[in-house]
Antibody, heavy 124, light 106 residues
Framework: QLQLQESGPGLVKPSETLSLTCTVS??????????WGWIRQPPGKGLEWIGS???????SYIPSLKSRVTISVDTSKNQFSLKLSSVTAADTAVYYC????????????????WGQGTLVTVSS | DIQMTQSPSSLSASVGDRVTITCRAS??????LNWYQQQPGKAPKLLIY???SLQSGVPSRFSGSGSGTDFTLTISSLQPEDFATYYC?????????FGGGTKVEI
């Protein structure tokens, strides 16, 4: 059974860099069938797609965060990571990692496995 | 960027009701539309992908329809465990934007 687990500091100071890691177990992050993504949810608000990465390292980022976001993959550890620089209180959210998978036709992508989420608070 | 707009943002319903949630894309996305259910404090769960394909294990009272820019999620007979927030998401581009969510309340 595929499992994803987010890890990282729960408290980050303003202007610093938020760093989270997603560890994938029960499956290989190097499979050519999947992308891997980060999604966040501010308290009491909706979901925001942050970005995704392919095992080869190809990335896509939401334009509003593109200048501050870096997503990377470490296939040797079966992990992928999120770095968000120059954080402010507006970046306080539950951060989820998830698998961005194709259906059997190979055309349609969806998030089919999610981590439990980790709350990151930006505060001094 | 493709923007996704859901309506209503919230609704009140009773057990057994038929519930319909709509999602509109800012440009055509063919059938590249997913629906998720999120219970409080939990990660979202995939219900529907490709606009109308039911994810394995999801009850058949959930159905999706639409293509182009307008989509619908229907719950045919609302059950107690269905009170949750529902999100649409486009997968037409790899910038997988979500809608704002619809909270289904008792």
């Amino acid at each position: 059974q595929l499992q994803l687990q987010e890890s990282g500091p729960g408290l980050v100071k303003p202007s610093e860099t938020l760093s989270l890691t997603c560890t994938v177990s029960g499956g290989s992050i190097s499979s050519s069938s999947y992308y891997w993504g980060w999604i966040r949810q501010p308290p009491g608000k909706g979901l925001e797609w942050i970005g995704s990465i392919y095992y080869s390292g190809s990335t896509s980022y939401i334009p509003s965060l593109k200048s501050r976001v870096t997503i990377s993959v470490d296939t040797s550890k079966n992990q992928f990571s999120l770095k968000l620089s120059s954080v402010t209180a507006a970046d306080t959210a539950v951060y989820y990692c998830a698998r961005w998978n194709y259906d059997s036709s190979g055309y349609y992508l969806f998030f089919d496995h999610w981590g439990q989420g980790t709350l990151v608070t930006v505060s001094s | 960027d493709i923007q996704m707009t859901q309506s209503p943002s919230s609704l009140s319903a009773s057990v057994g009701d038929r519930v319909t949630i709509t999602c509109r894309a800012s440009q055509t996305i063919s059938s590249y539309l997913n629906w998720y259910q999120q219970q409080p404090g939990k990660a979202p769960k995939l219900l529907i992908y490709a606009a109308s394909s039911l994810q394995s294990g999801v009850p058949s009272r959930f159905s999706g329809s639409g293509s182009g820019t307008d989509f619908t999620l229907t719950i045919s007979s609302l059950q107690p465990e269905d009170f949750a927030t529902y999100y649409c998401q486009q997968s037409y581009s790899t910038l997988g934007a979500f809608g704002g969510g619809t909270k289904v309340e008792i």
